[in-house]
């Protein structure tokens, strides 16, 4: 079964922070305990409510739907980031339930943050993660080009992070989602979202390993 991404509510904001703060506290193992207290189940409704009610058209929140249940969010919007000045939009946040990580999510979240940046002509796009994060990886096997990196200050402590730009034509993420998708036997893909006639998309044994 696919997962359903649609635009977040208010009713979906309590399980969304409960997937923030856990995922934080499975994942991020690096960061102080400190940091963790901060980013609390109350200061994650109220970050994610904010962004519900201000409804800005640059900005998105996603809630993922499977087996009618939240498995996960994600978050998007308009970058403006002084260390990767070309992006027009920031992914800044996708986090899943570790029971649906194997099931290839994250690509029809992505389609859908490619689907709204490239819709409210924000492209390309940009995405931080933290330098210890064991999923980074995952990134550049994805087609984003790492182009910086920095420290980010959370409550004080200064915590190393990695900048990622995508690529300048949408369809090279499409080309590394859909191989993925084949791979696990997926019965439909996404699609394309910007048309570039005088671009073919790589065929599969052209794709970089």
Known sequence: M???VKQATLNDLGAIARIHVDCWREIYTFVPETVHQARNLTVRYEQWEEVVVADRPNERLWSVWLDEKIVGFAHANDAGDKDIPEARALFNAAYF???????????????????????????PACLWAFEKNPGRSRNAAAGWQEVCRRDRTIEGIAVPEVGYLSPADPNTLYAKMNL????????????????????ELPQENQLPR
Do not use: C
């Open 97 to 123: 339930t570790p029971a649906v990580r194997k099931q290839n999510v994250g690509v029809y979240v992505m389609d859908a943050m490619i689907q709204f940046a490239t819709g409210a002509d924000l492209w």
């Open 180 to 199: 993925k998708l084949q791979t696990a036997g997926a019965r439909t893909q996404p699609s394309p979202t910007v048309e570039h006639p005088d671009q």
């Open 2 to 4: 696919e997962p359903i």
